[in-house]
């Protein structure tokens, strides 16, 4: 089985401006989570979702959004970017059930000037 | 609410010699623990899960980790480590009711030839 797709793996963007991160899950998963990794915070949840809700929500601004679709490729969407919102941006996909392996893809790096 | 220890940030070792991760847990229930693995510029592979079926969990490259619930421990080791295993760790509890992960602050493993 092919493993989590992210798109695009590199970013820079300028402050204000917004961005969105695409992630593909393992086939048969049906859901989709993403953490943003930093230096100083280390990694923390952002969001999941399961069949297009989204389920669990982390300690991050309205700015931070995101959807999945019928399909379970998700989607992050991140508004009037800045700068301390560079990251490495990590998607993870699992069965769904809870307690279930997260199985990672390479992640998106943005950079934000 | 759980959570999760990594008691080194660094840890130097000799190719060839043990490798020892330590990670402390705090839960009021039998979690789920996970072990991960990030090498530089890419996404966490799995190394090892520990879902209460053996205290003693096998993973990945000669990795394993032991359950030791009156230690409240879940640490990693391997025998003879190798240059490959350069890389930071992550120990991860998978938070009861949701489906979120809380991760560890990781250890950055460091192979000396």
């Known amino acids: 089985k092919a493993g989590v797709t992210q798109t695009p793996r590199y970013l820079i963007k300028t402050r204000g401006q917004q961005v969105t991160l695409s992630c593909s899950p393992i086939?048969?998963?049906?859901?989709v989570s993403w953490y943003q990794q930093t230096p100083g915070q280390g990694l923390q949840f952002l969001f999941e979702y399961f069949s297009e809700t989204q389920r669990n929500k982390g300690n991050f601004p309205g700015r931070f959004s995101g959807r999945q679709f019928s399909n379970s490729r998700s989607e992050m969407n991140v508004s009037t970017l800045e700068l301390g919102d560079s990251a490495l941006y990590l998607c993870a996909s699992s069965s769904g059930g809870l307690q279930e392996t997260q199985y990672f893809g390479p992640g998106t790096r943005l950079l934000v000037l | 609410a759980q959570s999760v220890t990594q008691l080194d940030s660094h840890v130097s070792v000799s190719e060839g010699t043990p490798v020892l991760l330590r990670c402390n847990y705090s839960s009021s229930y039998s979690p789920s623990l996970f072990w991960y693995v990030q090498h530089p510029n890419k996404g966490l592979q799995l190394l090892l899960k520990y879902t209460s079926a053996a205290t003693l969990v096998k993973g990945i490259n000669g990795f394993e980790a032991e359950f030791k619930k009156s230690e409240t421990s879940f640490h990693l080791t391997k025998p003879s480590a190798h240059m490959s295993d350069a890389a930071e760790y992550f120990c991860?509890?998978?938070?009861?009711?949701?489906?979120?992960?809380?991760f560890g602050t990781g250890t950055r493993l460091k192979v000396l030839a």
């Open positions: 086939s048969g998963h049906r859901s």
């Open positions: 991860v509890v998978s938070e009861r009711g949701t489906y979120k992960y809380i």
